[in-house]
Each structure stands twice: as C-alpha cells, then as structure tokens.
C-alpha cells in the first residue's frame, strides 16, 4: 500500500522565480492538503483540495496556489518567490468520509530560496 | 480561534526512562479532534492517534501511552521505557468539527540518549 509521494525532494531557487511541487495521495484518499513547515515551527495549513477543487484556505496570499487532478494527485505553486518561502512543504491526504479524516503525510519537499 | 501549547520545547532523556510530553488546547466548539504525530529528522510526519471530544478513554499502544482530560483541556502523551528510535519532534494538533483546518502546536523535540 503506497503511502502519500512527494516530488522533488529537495529545491533551490532564487527569489522571484515560480516552483510547482507535487503530491500523489495515498491510495484509496480523495483528499490533499498542503502545508509550509519552517525551521522549528508546527506545520501551516496552505489550503485543502477535494473533488479537484480548493475547499479551504489557510492564511496564505495568492501567490500560493493549487491543483487537483481527477487521480487525485495535486501540486502546489508558489509565485514571486520570497526568501521567507524557504520552508518545508508537507502534503497529507485523507478520506472524505465522516470518521476517516486522519491525515497521512508525505516526506516533504525541502524549498530554499536564495 | 483554537490555539495548541506544547510548553515543553526540548526534552533529553537517557534510554528506558519514562517521559510525558504535554499538549494544553483551547476551543469553544464541543466537537473537536485532537491528534498526536511524530516527526523524525527525514521529516514525514508519523500520525499516532486521533482522539474525539467525546471520547475521553485513554489509550494505550505498545510503549506509547495517551492521556485525554477534558476538565484541564490537555491531551497528554507518555512514552514508557524510551528508546533511541524515539528521538524526535512530537505535534499535538487540534482540529474542531467542521473545519478541514488543524492548529498544531510548535512541537517538543525529544532527545533520548543511550
């Protein structure tokens, strides 16, 4: 049973430039969420997208966006990028069902904007 | 708003010694969920248990031990007999009914020592 992938595992860029990074759910989840983990701090919700739509939004400017794709998959963007970006980036997904909301994290993808 | 506290920011013990971690949440709504996860330096984050706000069993897995008390708003996490394999970041995460948003708290990183 595959658990929650997350691709790249590590990347730089330089500031003002876009990244995508991507996120492919645990087999049988419906359900991808989106956080930002900077050094020594708890994870940050980014948004939650379900039925490849944004269903909740975290307090993050636009810049931060995303997508879901009918396998359930889903990528996160980040534009204009800002050294304060540099973060870890954590992607959990879920069964939307009533009791089953427990979110299953992936290894993350460690962003460093210079 | 919901807020999560874990006072404890780093804990050192040596190896087969007791340790609590602590979690103290607040919220106004009656149905809420709390959440324990581990993160180890790879930085997946393990899910350990979820707990709702209508079930105050305690529970018990293996070493891992968790104790939920409404009354003082503290969900607490005991691990018996620690090993090196415990070293980590320990998140509590509150997530009240209706929301796909967590509040974690900022972790309690755990140094078990040989």
């Known amino acids: 049973d595959a658990g929650v992938t997350q691709s790249p595992t590590h990347l730089i860029k330089t500031r003002g430039q876009q990244v995508t990074l991507r996120c492919s759910p645990k087999s049988g989840h419906d359900t991808v969420s989106w956080y930002q983990q900077a050094l020594g701090q708890g994870p940050q919700f980014i948004f939650q997208y379900y039925e490849e739509e944004e269903r909740q939004r975290g307090n993050f400017p636009d810049r931060f966006s995303g997508h879901q794709f009918p396998n359930y998959s889903s990528e996160l963007n980040v534009n204009a990028l800002l050294l304060g970006d540099s973060a870890l980036y954590l992607c959990a997904s879920s069964f939307n069902r009533v009791g089953s909301e427990t979110q299953y994290f992936g290894p993350g993808t460690r962003l460093l904007v210079l | 708003a919901q807020k999560v506290t874990q006072a404890q920011t780093e804990i050192s013990v040596v190896e087969k010694e007791d340790v609590t971690l602590d979690c103290v949440y607040e919220?106004?709504?009656?149905?809420?969920?709390l959440f324990w996860y581990k993160q180890p330096p790879s930085g997946e984050l393990v899910f350990l248990i979820r707990r709702n706000s209508f079930d105050e069993q305690n529970e018990i897995s293996g070493r891992y031990s968790w104790n939920f008390q409404k009354s003082t708003s503290s969900f607490n996490f005991t691990i018996t007999a620690s090993q090196v394999v415990d070293s980590a970041v320990y998140f509590c995460a509150l997530r009240v009914g209706g929301s796909y948003i967590p509040t974690f708290g900022r972790g309690t990183s755990l140094i078990v020592h040989p």
């Open positions: 919220t106004r709504d009656t149905t809420y969920y």
